[in-house]
Nanobody, 123 residues
Framework: VQLQASGGGLVQAGGSLRLSCAVS????????VGWFRQAPGKERELVAR????????YYVEPVQGRFTISRGNAENTVYLQMDNLMPQDTGIYYC?????????????????WGQGTQVTVSS
């Protein structure tokens, strides 16, 4: 499975961005796709994740109500819509895929990673 993330940029606080993760290769319904972010000097942390079939959606508390993870109907693309962005959302955002939905809040559970896309939110 290969992933390619895009859509990052510079935005003012309160603005919106939509990240895209293009997924290719053999991916089954049991897979989980997650979005992680890594702020300078901090560890990579889960932001949101969903099962490839569209279920089992989870958000970490700081982004609940502001971020939406979804998958295009006829596309192998997973999106992360980010609204009401805050400076603390700044970081490099990565999408990743895990073969099984076990402990998928942990980065090491994901076998495939896309390159990161930078998100910078100015105050």
């Amino acid at each position: 499975v290969q992933l390619q993330a895009s859509g990052g940029g510079l935005v003012q606080a309160g603005g919106s961005l939509r990240l895209s993760c293009a997924v290719s290769g053999r991916i089954g319904s049991n897979y989980v796709v997650g979005w992680f972010r890594q702020a300078p000097g901090k560890e990579r942390e889960l932001v949101a994740r969903m099962s490839w079939n569209g279920g089992r959606i989870y958000y970490v508390e700081p982004v609940q109500g502001r971020f939406t993870i979804s998958r295009g109907n006829a596309e192998n693309t997973v999106y992360l819509q980010m609204d009401n962005l805050m400076p603390q959302d700044t970081g490099i955002y990565y999408c990743a895929a895990a073969r099984t939905d076990i402990l998928t809040a942990i980065a090491s559970r994901y076998e495939s990673w896309g390159q990161g896309t930078q998100v910078t939110v100015s105050s």
